[in-house]
Every structure is written in C-alpha cells, then in structure tokens.
C-alpha cells in the first residue's frame, strides 16, 4: 500500500469530516441498505433497473466513506499558534493591491477542503496562494493564472 501524503487540515475541518463520516456511516448506508432490500423484493434482479441504481448507489458510498476514511486518517491538525505573519502562509488573511486595476483584495489561505471563494477563503493549493506563499509584507508577487498573469502588491498579512 502507497504511503498518503499528510491532509492538512483545522480542528474545525477535522471536526466537520468527522460528522460527515458519522453520517454517511450510520444514515446514508441504511437508507441505501433499505433501498436495496425493497428492490430485492420486487422480483427478478436480472431486469431491476431499481436493483442496479441502489447497488451503484452504494458502491459510490462505499467508495466515498473509504475516500473519508483515509483523509481523517492522515490529518495533521494546523497549528495556528505557530502561525507567523512575517510572511504568507496557510492560515494567513492576506491584504493584496492588483496593480493593473488598483482594487485591494483579501484572501484568508486554508487548506484544501475548507476554501470558500464567497468567504474570501482560497486554498493553499490555487496558482495565487501558491504565487503568495513565503512572500513578506511590501513584496510584489507575478502570478500566472488561467487568464493570464496577474500582479499584487502585499498590503498587510494577517492571522
């Protein structure tokens, strides 16, 4: 078996993978279970269109509990108490200048499975967080994205 590489992730991500896993474990696998049995009861397999979907159904479960099972497993929780701010890193709320257009914007770095664009969280793993990472305030950062390159000025970082 290949070695996984570390999830980082926060106690409240960790958290919310854990009742995610709950859920799917003692809920969704019950549902499916009884959808599978009433199926079952209807007759002929070999022609149940309903017999198929549950069991592809539960295929995709067990598939997504095992792929959860795995990321909890090799969480490593950040600790933002070792967080600095003398440069950009995960967990930082960093103050950015776009310098074609002059807007400032924010972005808070987090880890993969915890970004929300709406909330201004990117992950750690997108081309700007990654063009901004070990960068101090004062420093200009070219980042290259889809749409071309982009150019910011760090204005503040934060945690």
Same mark, same amino acid.
């Given at each position: 078996?290949?070695?996984?590489?570390?999830?980082?992730?926060?106690?409240?991500? @960790?958290?919310?993978?854990?009742?995610? $896993?709950?859920?799917?474990? *003692?809920?969704?696998?019950?549902?499916?279970?009884?959808?599978?049995?009433?199926?079952?009861?209807?007759?002929? @397999?070999?022609?149940?269109?309903?017999?198929?979907?549950?069991?592809?159904?539960?295929?995709?479960?067990?598939?997504?509990?095992?792929?959860?099972?795995?990321?909890?497993?090799?969480?490593?929780?950040?600790?933002?108490?070792?967080?600095?701010?003398?440069?950009?890193?995960?967990?930082?709320? !960093?103050?950015?200048?776009?310098?074609? *257009?002059?807007?400032?914007?924010?972005?808070?770095? !987090?880890? %993969?499975?915890?970004?929300? =664009?709406?909330?201004?969280?990117?992950? &750690?793993?997108?081309?700007?967080?990654?063009?901004?990472?070990?960068?101090?305030?004062?420093?200009?950062?070219?980042?290259? !994205?889809?749409?071309? &390159? $982009? %150019? =910011? %000025?760090?204005?503040?970082?934060?945690?």
């Amino acid at each position: 078996m290949s070695e996984q590489k570390p999830y980082y992730v926060t106690k409240e991500g @960790l958290e919310k993978m854990k009742k995610e $896993l709950e859920y799917l474990t *003692t809920v969704e696998r019950k549902r499916i279970s009884q959808q599978i049995a009433e199926a079952r009861d209807k007759g002929d @397999l070999s022609e149940n269109a309903e017999y198929d979907a549950a069991k592809e159904a539960q295929g995709m479960l067990e598939l997504k509990i095992s792929e959860l099972q795995a990321r909890i497993r090799n969480a490593r929780v950040i600790d933002e108490s070792q967080i600095s701010n003398e440069s950009v890193n995960i967990m930082n709320k !960093v103050k950015l200048k776009n310098l074609k *257009t002059g807007q400032v914007i924010e972005y808070t770095i !987090v880890p %993969e499975n915890e970004s929300d =664009f709406k909330a201004g969280k990117i992950s &750690v793993n997108t081309p700007i967080a990654k063009g901004l990472i070990g960068k101090k305030k004062g420093e200009k950062a070219q980042i290259k !994205v889809p749409a071309g &390159v $982009l %150019e =910011f %000025e760090i204005i503040d970082i934060s945690l």
